[in-house]
């Protein structure tokens, strides 16, 4: 069975802190991704990556960066955090392409991180 | 540009009762459909893929309407472990930035 770990459930931080959000999936899975969702908004994708050190933007990039050093995690920052960052945050992951960028098959997310900026 | 349409709802349907909703998406390109379910605070899991010529699992019929760019999901009998929001899901094929979420649509049934 597929596991999507995030580093923690709920998250309190002040403006202009750096905050790290981390996932691991375990399940040897070449794409991982990272949305936020919104009331209204619904999810959007932030940063993607289909192989270890390749990273791609999203819809809405600004303000964030990612890394992924390992297969099997991947890291979001938010280097200088704002209020308007305040979402929830959810990572995914997804067999693909062999790093072709390629992929049909289900994600499968994370629980989620709520995140506080105050 | 890419966008898919949901109504938000909520949807409140006496337990027991057939409801459906559609998703409408606009790029004629896209290929790949899916419906995902998420229920409150918790994240989305696929509940199934959206095949041309239409698929059931169970209670759950998902159609797909090329001609009119929508799809939709059907659930008889509905139980009370059905409230959730379904999400519409729609790619373009490639990357991830051609995958599109819907805002959902929120279902309560109610007892």
């Known amino acids: 069975d597929v596991k999507v770990t995030q580093s923690s459930r709920y998250l309190v931080k002040r403006t202009g802190e750096k905050v790290f959000l981390e996932c691991v999936q375990d399940?040897?899975?070449?794409?991982m991704f990272w949305y936020r969702q919104d009331p209204g908004l619904g999810l959007r994708l932030i940063y993607f990556?289909?192989?270890?050190?390749?990273?791609e933007k999203g819809d809405i990039p600004e303000g964030y960066s990612v890394s992924r050093e390992k297969k099997e995690r991947f890291s979001l920052i938010l280097e200088s955090a704002s209020t308007n960052q305040t979402s929830m945050y959810l990572c995914?992951?997804?067999?693909?392409?062999?790093?072709?960028?390629?992929?049909?098959?289900?994600?499968?997310f994370g629980p989620g991180t709520r995140l506080t900026v105050l | 540009r890419k966008e898919v349409e949901q109504d938000p709802g909520p949807f409140n349907v006496p337990e027991g009762a057939t409801v459906a909703f559609n998703c409408t998406y606009s790029?004629?390109?896209?290929?790949?459909f899916f419906w995902y379910r998420q229920d409150c605070r918790k994240e989305p899991k696929l509940l199934m893929s959206?095949?041309?010529s239409g698929n059931e699992d169970g209670r759950f019929t998902a159609q797909l309407n090329r001609a009119s760019q929508y799809i939709s999901l059907l659930i008889r009998d509905s139980k009370l472990s059905d409230s959730a929001t379904y999400l519409c899901?729609?790619?373009?094929?490639?990357?991830?930035?051609?995958?599109?979420f819907g805002k959902g649509t929120h279902l309560i049934i109610q007892p």
């Open positions: 399940m040897d899975h070449e794409n």
């Open positions: 899901v729609v790619s373009l094929g490639g990357g991830a930035d051609g995958l599109t």
């Open positions: 790029n004629s390109a896209s290929q790949s």
């Open positions: 959206v095949y041309s």
């Open positions: 990556s289909y192989d270890v050190k390749m990273k």
């Open positions: 995914a992951s997804t067999p693909g392409g062999g790093g072709s960028r390629l992929f049909t098959d289900t994600q499968y």
